[in-house]
């Protein structure tokens, strides 16, 4: 797994578990009272409803775009599997002249 895919799953879990959270304390908040207090709660769980239906929907969106260029990838690779050698053997060398002059 590479990093952008490992610190996207972090991010969602801690998306989920931020949810999770939110969950816990408006269950947790059920005994307080007050018209103030009432609005608030509802208007946070209406955002913390709207929330989990875009975390959703963003999740869906992120997986489909990652899927599609993998395949368009794939694809590539198999219609020019010399070029896709060559960029490679370019990418490799320029990152081994950048590292090699960092030192």
Do not use: C
């Amino acid at each position: 797994m590479s990093s952008v895919e490992q610190q996207k799953d972090k991010l969602m879990d801690d998306l989920h578990q931020v949810i999770r959270d939110a969950e816990d304390m408006l269950k947790n908040t059920e005994q307080q009272s007050g018209e103030g207090f009432k609005a608030a709660k509802a208007r946070f769980e209406h955002t913390l409803r709207n929330a989990k239906t875009e975390l959703a929907r963003v999740e869906e969106i992120v997986v489909t775009r990652t899927k599609d260029a993998a395949r368009a990838t794939d694809v590539y690779v198999k219609e020019n599997p010399w070029q896709s050698a060559g960029i490679a053997a370019g990418v490799g060398l320029l990152l081994g002249l950048l590292i090699g002059r960092n030192k």
